[in-house]
């Protein structure tokens, strides 16, 4: 495991605990422009890949199926502090079978799985609100719309303001993790 990684891990529970890690994903659209959201973090792994869920009608995920660019930022506030992990994102669709898929469809709560069954977000709303259920038990399989986006990163910045000067520190991904002191 990564330096960065091991900070990440131990900064996020040490701001939210057991709460949502919200985090901000940019992504690049058909136009070369950037488009950002936030989203919750679901799962960093030990080699430092975040994982988010996403409906596959969304339009980050329309986003990735032309550049799997993307970067994720962390604000947290409590801390002062920002990492950023930009890399490309892999989508775990219905076709491929990955079991950290069903894992994290059984993780979430009932009323985030009901989403998934909801019409297309984006859309025009012509819908009558029966078409937006509460909840879904987990027992029921995930939509084809239910994706998983693991960010694989290959570069990582780590700003902290709650020191002077200000440290900002950078990780880059050639073969092992290489990490530099740079100006904040």
């Not at 990735?64 to 930022?73: G, M, N, Q, T, Y």
């Not at 998934?116 to 399989?141: C, M, N, T």
């Not at 780590?158 to 530099?180: D, E």
Request: hydrophobic share 40%.
């Amino acid at each position: 495991m990564s330096e960065w990684v091991e900070e990440l891990s131990k900064a996020l529970v040490d701001e939210f605990a057991d709460s949502p890690h919200v985090c901000t994903l940019a992504t690049i659209d058909k136009n070369g422009a950037p488009r950002v959201r936030s989203v919750i973090c679901r799962k960093i792994s030990p080699d430092g890949s975040v994982w988010v869920i996403s409906d596959a009608r969304s339009e980050k995920n329309e986003h990735l199926k032309v550049s799997p660019h993307a970067e994720i930022c962390f604000w947290l506030p409590g801390r002062r502090e920002q990492f950023r992990v930009g890399g490309s994102m892999k989508v775990w669709s219905a076709t491929s079978n990955e079991p950290g898929r069903m894992e994290l469809w059984k993780s979430i709560n009932d009323a985030t799985r009901a989403m998934y069954f909801w019409p297309s977000p984006g859309a025009k709303r012509i819908d009558p609100p029966e078409s937006f259920p509460l909840a879904v038990d987990a027992s029921k399989p995930p939509p084809v719309s239910f994706e998983v986006l693991i960010l694989r990163p290959r570069r990582v910045v780590h700003l902290q303001l709650s020191v002077h000067p200000h440290r900002r520190r950078r990780w880059m991904l050639a073969g092992n993790w290489s990490a530099a002191e740079v100006n904040p």
